[in-house]
């Protein structure tokens, strides 16, 4: 009886779900999927003629900062795709991509957040390292982020311009600069994207 039906399990249990519900899903209900690297061809074989969205979302929803991209299915309409992106813009950003793409936002967006926590994490530490209190250096670490972050949103600025808006001539920000990219922690972000987005694949042909 649902208009809007949202497969929301884990790519492993997916196949036993689907069989439990595909009998009884009608063919005017909206699936919206946010299984990680189920492709709409797997959907459509168990939902024929269903309108379905796939939806790649990340945490930050959770406080009204999420990214999502959407990917419109064979039987979905622009009204459906419309419904959904009213639903997920409501926690966040929303964009709509071909479906091709999604692997790759998965690598960036979905798995994106867990990398930011991580360079919170370790900014924190480095900040109890020279004498802040932890919640000092947790929350110092977390704002500067944020703040890093809306500058290239709201500036629409490079985010190479702005870096270098704060690297003085000899300064302190381009000497920990610097030691940032001898230690690779561009290539590192790059690898885990990579790794994050390959796994989606993995997860798609299982």
């Known amino acids: 009886w649902s208009d809007v039906l949202f497969l929301t399990v884990k790519p492993q249990v997916l196949n036993s779900v689907l069989s439990e519900v595909a009998a009884v899903v009608d063919k005017q209900t909206l699936v919206v999927s946010v ?10 074989q ?9 939806v790649m979302p990340n945490t930050p ?11 419109q299915g064979e039987y979905a309409t622009l009204n459906d795709l419309e419904i959904v992106s009213q639903i997920f813009g409501a ?5 709509t991509i071909e479906e091709f793409l999604m692997d790759a936002v998965t690598g960036v967006s979905g798995s994106g957040p867990a990398y930011g926590f991580l360079i919170i994490d370790a ?4 900040g109890v390292r020279v004498g802040l209190s932890r919640p000092m250096a947790i929350s110092m670490a977390a704002q500067t982020l944020l703040g890093a972050a809306k500058m290239v949103l709201t500036t629409g600025e490079h985010p190479a311009k702005l870096r270098d808006m704060v690297a003085s001539p000899a300064g302190t920000t381009i000497a920990g600069i610097h030691v940032l990219e001898q230690k690779g922690l561009r290539a590192a972000l790059i690898d885990a994207v990579l ?10 042909q299982k």
């Open 61 to 71: 929803a959770a406080v009204g900062e999420g990214m999502s991209a959407l990917a």
């Open 46 to 54: 168990k939902l024929p003629q269903v309108p379905i969205i796939r």
């Open 91 to 95: 926690v966040g950003k929303v964009v």
């Open 35 to 44: 299984v990680a690297g189920i492709s709409l061809s797997t959907l459509q």
């Open 195 to 204: 790794a994050a987005t390959e796994r989606s694949k993995e997860l798609g």
């Open 123 to 126: 900014l924190a530490d480095a």
